[in-house]
């Protein structure tokens, strides 16, 4: 069963940090960029940041959106299958349900089209 699964949500206080991952399984991430999304209460869904897969020089692109430029990291660690969201100085508008998905540079759904059940990050004092 292709899957992908999301863990690492939880409580923490604005200015703490949290750090999600993302695991496939099924398939293989290797050749996919793969993205993490965000949906808060009474909002769209948005793209948050996406990783590229490998390109000829063994090489990966990494895109953010403006909210969280700075703060944000992510990674990949393809023999674990897993993609990972480093979140620092957590602000409370970063609130939401986050998903992981195949992603595009322009911070959209990829092709894939197979999505995680979410992780619940919440950020409050």
């Known amino acids: 069963q292709v899957q992908l699964v999301e863990s690492g949500g939880g409580l923490v206080q604005p200015g703490g940090s949290l750090r999600l991952s993302c695991t496939a399984s099924?398939?293989?991430?290797?050749?996919?960029?793969i993205g993490w999304f965000r949906q808060a209460p009474g909002k769209e869904r948005e793209g948050v940041s996406c990783?590229?897969?490998?390109?000829?020089?063994?090489?990966?692109?990494?895109y953010y959106a403006d909210s969280v430029k700075g703060r944000f990291t992510i990674s990949r660690d393809n023999a674990k299958n897993t993609v990972y969201l480093q979140m620092n100085s957590l602000k409370p508008e970063d609130t939401a349900v986050y998903y992981c998905?195949?992603?595009?540079?322009?911070?959209?759904?990829?092709?894939?089209?197979?999505w995680g059940q979410g992780t619940l990050v919440t950020v409050s004092s």
């Open positions: 998905a195949s992603c595009t540079p322009r911070l959209t759904e990829g092709a894939l089209e197979v």
């Open positions: 099924g398939f293989t991430l290797d050749y996919y960029s």
């Open positions: 990783i590229s897969n490998y390109d000829f020089r063994n090489d990966f692109r990494t």
